[in-house]
């Protein structure tokens, strides 16, 4: 089986060393070459007892050197979607592309270019990058992917990877998938960006915790539809797993990045406006978080 990284991040570099840890044909897409040198040297993944596991795969720089057979998985995000579709879109052959990004704003921005097969997928596991070619797996939870017949092989593939730790599910309804996952990061990552705190803090901090569960309510109460596929506990699920992770966001900020605001916090507070709805409490903590990225490196 072969694959694609496209971008080699945190989420990128765990789920490239599971699928080479399974002995499929892994190549990563990078901006620079000292990183794709290091990650030709050795991809390295680390667990939560300190031991390493070691993996070989191939990386470039040059779009036209990657193979258009494998599927691509899109693991940039998504202030990089753009640049990444338009240099994809010029190929002489359409790769089949899974997109793993946060949020739903990608979706439009898809559909603004002439693409191969896409796929959506989720992914719940808490992962920090330790370095160019080093990944620390810091919580497991599942990558669940909407299936359809043309990616149905590759799941059943995946699916045979370890599911302890790489668990796969399914999903008929890419939509409804999508506004889980993004309503999961609603409820987490505006909270700890703000207060500076890890994941376990919205559940153990009782103050932050009565805030954390009010905005969880306010987001289920706008989207009844989820009601099947997400409910409070499965978000504080999530936060139990990744309790010692920072939030995505949160370590943008602490980088003085810009954060993903726009995908997540204004796409959803853009739909609960087309619902009628009201979402006082995201509505605050994306002014907040505005002005946050306003500040930049001057914080």
Request: proline residues 4%; charged residues 20%; contains cysteine.
């Amino acid at each position: 089986m072969r694959f694609v990284v496209v971008g080699a991040g945190s989420i990128g570099l765990l789920i490239g060393s599971y699928l080479a840890q399974n002995q499929a044909d892994v190549t990563f897409w990078v901006r620079r070459e000292e990183q794709a040198r290091q990650l030709r040297s050795r991809l390295i993944r680390q667990d939560d007892t300190d031991s390493e596991h070691n993996f070989h795969v191939q990386a470039v720089v040059n779009p036209e050197e990657l193979p258009t057979d494998a599927l691509w998985i899109i693991a940039v995000k998504y202030d990089a979607l753009h640049n990444v579709l338009q240099t994809i879109s010029t190929l002489p052959k359409q790769p089949d592309l899974l997109f793993i990004q946060n949020g739903i704003g990608h979706l439009s921005l898809i559909d603004q270019y002439t693409l191969g097969h896409v796929s959506f997928a989720t992914v719940e596991h808490g992962a920090q990058r330790v370095d160019e070619h080093t990944v620390r797996h810091n919580g497991i939870g599942p990558i669940i992917i909407a299936t359809n017949e043309k990616i149905a092989p590759t799941i059943e593939w995946l699916q045979a990877i370890e599911s302890e730790n790489f668990p796969i599910q399914t999903q008929d309804d890419a939509e409804k998938l999508l506004l889980r996952k993004v309503l999961i990061n609603c409820a987490i990552n505006p909270l700890t960006a703000i207060l500076q705190v890890r994941n376990g803090q919205l559940l153990d901090n009782s103050p932050i915790h009565l805030l954390f569960r009010q905005l969880c309510e306010e987001l289920l109460s706008n989207f009844p539809e989820v009601e099947d596929v997400l409910v409070y506990d499965d978000i504080a699920r999530v936060c139990r797993k990744t309790s010692f992770n920072q939030s995505s966001m949160l370590v943008d900020r602490l980088k003085g990045n810009t954060m993903e605001i726009e995908t997540i916090i204004t796409a959803v507070l853009r739909k609960v406006k087309q619902k009628g709805g009201h979402a006082p409490i995201l509505h605050m903590l994306e002014n907040m978080l505005l002005g946050i990225n306003g500040r930049g490196h001057n914080e």
